[in-house]
């Protein structure tokens, strides 16, 4: 059983940083794709980035040139670099695990989820 945790939330002022990390016990991560998604009340979850075993990724473009996905194998974790953030960044962002190869921003793709970290960006 993949199990998926989330870290790293918090609240900054636009226009700040913030970065994610995300493990995953169990994930095989050369076979599996990874992605990041969020939700804000009252709004849909929507994928914010991913990335596949192949080490390709994918964007929203709500986010593409601001944030960056990156898996750190050594470590076994999954990063989201959040640069120039937004007021309407704010919520609760998710990470997600496989089961496919190809990296997804559709949260039906993935399988396994964490239970969520809090963004808050104040302006």
């Known amino acids: 059983q993949v199990q998926v945790e989330e870290s790293g939330g918090g609240l900054v002022q636009a226009g700040g940083s913030l970065r994610l990390s995300c493990t995953a016990s169990?994930?095989?991560?050369?076979?599996?794709?990874m992605g990041w998604f969020r939700q804000a009340p009252g709004k849909e979850r929507e994928g914010v980035a991913a990335?596949?075993?192949?080490?390709?990724?994918t964007y929203a473009a709500s986010v593409k040139g601001r944030f960056t996905i990156s898996h750190d194998d050594a470590q076994n974790t999954l990063y989201l670099q959040m640069d120039s953030l937004k007021p309407d960044d704010t919520a609760t962002y998710y990470c997600?695990?496989?089961?496919?190869?190809?990296?997804?921003?559709?949260?039906?793709?993935?399988?396994?989820w964490g239970q969520g970290t809090q963004v808050t960006v104040s302006s």
């Open positions: 997600a695990a496989g089961p496919y190869a190809e990296p997804s921003t559709d949260p039906a793709d993935f399988a396994y």
């Open positions: 990335i596949g075993g192949n080490g390709r990724t």
């Open positions: 169990g994930l095989n991560w050369n076979d599996e794709a």
